[in-house]
């Protein structure tokens, strides 16, 4: 789209295109603004996010808009000039205070002001009295001594903070504060010495303005890092605790092996392994002997113990692609990935172990194990004749002693 002729020719008359009228920007007011919105949208997450360092960085912007407040006017009265200067000194002073109180109240610490309270307290009395009784250059290099001090402590708090936690907001208010502290420190350096500069000092204060805004900017991101970081945490102990109900849901809450239910859920689809892989599949019933016997005149307590012993015992010899399962009462299932011999081979070392092993679980001596192995045919849909077969034998083991 071009320009109207009518507004050509004017420009053409007026030998050119006007510059805008410049706008005068003082440091002192741009950043006092840049401190009022950075607490007021501190202000609204701390509605949602509710902690503690949170309401020290409000508190320390508000004290920095303060104290720019003060400085950016003068002041006819020497006297009334020389209070505001130490106010404002204060008021400085107090806000880098408060974000060393931030740094250590991340994430999770609680409000503390029985002992910063006394602190401010003796500030106080200092940067309102001195006025009175100093050289007001005395009071500022003070104040800018003691802001530089507080904000190379916590910029170096939040450094290792942001070593520890890897936020990216951490460390950008950490060097934030660690460029104000050198600032700060030169322009104490300055005032202190013969080569008052005010450009320089100026210039001190368009370098802290841009820093600070930085510093509001890592503020706002460590809000959300904390938020996405607590959102994670959240998920993974959601995730967690469907994992604890799912191995509830399957487990024996007695002898720790998997139960029935989770039989039913992984059987079908082991033989399908079986079948597609031409993977081996066998299972092995165990049954505990004279274990009725032992409830009846010990009691179930001893039974139970007896149960806990093999459910550990039998999940002790398994593998990892092995299962084992509380088939009911004191029969046991495993499913081994190995071929019917190899299965029989496994079911009589069991037994040779268990009777091992079994005066050092200190169960009775009539305490045994019978079993029975059965390897699953390469064409069956389930596991239902594999374990009928091995039930039948498990029966005959069972059977052999009496027999002899």
């Not at 204060?90 to 503390?112: M, T």
């Not at 942001?162 to 104000?180: E, P, S």
């Not at 945490?233 to 399957?250: C, M």
């Not at 029969?331 to 011999?341: G, I, K, Q, R, Y």
Request: with cysteine; net charge positive; aromatic share 8%.
């Amino acid at each position: 789209m071009q320009p109207a002729p009518d507004l050509l020719g004017a420009l053409d008359a007026m030998g050119g295109i006007p510059a805008p009228t410049p706008i005068l920007i003082q440091p002192r007011i741009l950043a006092m603004y840049v401190g009022l919105v950075t607490a007021a949208t501190l202000a609204t997450l701390y509605v949602y996010r509710g902690r503690a360092f949170i309401v020290y960085w409000i508190g320390s912007w508000l004290f920095f808009a303060a104290s720019l407040v003060l400085l950016a006017r003068g002041y006819a009265d020497l006297r009334l000039g020389s209070v505001m200067v130490g106010l404002a000194q204060l008021l400085s002073v107090w806000s880098a205070g408060l974000l060393v109180l931030a740094a250590g109240s991340f994430p999770l610490g609680r409000l503390r002001w029985t002992i910063p309270m006394r602190v401010a307290a003796a500030t106080a009395v200092w940067f309102l009295a001195a006025p009175f009784a100093l050289p007001l250059m005395v009071v500022v290099v003070t104040g800018l001594a003691a802001t530089a001090l507080l904000f190379g402590w916590a910029g170096t708090r939040y450094l290792a903070l942001a070593k520890r936690t890897r936020y990216v907001g951490v460390g950008v208010i950490g060097a934030g504060m660690l460029v104000l502290a050198s600032t700060n420190a030169a322009g104490a350096g300055i005032t202190l010495g013969a080569f008052w500069n005010p450009d320089t000092l100026n210039q001190l204060l368009t370098v802290n303005v841009v820093v600070s805004m930085f510093i509001a900017l890592g503020m706002h991101v460590l809000v959300f890092e904390d938020m996405t970081e607590e959102l994670r945490r959240t998920n993974r102990d959601l995730a967690q605790a469907h994992q604890d109900v799912k191995r509830l849901a399957i487990t024996d809450p007695l002898t720790g092996c998997h139960n029935r239910r989770f039989f039913d859920e992984i059987h079908r689809r082991e033989v399908e392994r079986h079948r597609r892989y031409k993977a081996p599949l066998s299972v092995v019933f165990v049954d505990v002997n004279h274990f009725k016997q032992l409830n009846d005149t010990m009691g179930h307590d001893a039974g139970d113990q007896v149960l806990k012993a093999i459910g550990k015992f039998l999940r002790r010899q398994a593998r990892e692609s092995d299962y084992v399962i509380r088939w009911g009462g004191d029969e046991f299932l495993m499913m081994l990935t190995c071929v019917e011999s190899e299965a029989q081979r496994k079911a009589a070392e069991l037994k040779q172990l268990f009777d091992r092993e079994r005066g050092i679980a200190s169960l009775p001596d009539r305490i045994g194990l019978s079993i029975g192995v059965a390897g699953t045919s390469p064409e069956a849909d389930d596991l239902t004749e594999a374990i009928r077969l091995a039930d039948q034998r498990m029966y005959r083991d069972k059977l052999a002693p009496r027999v002899e």
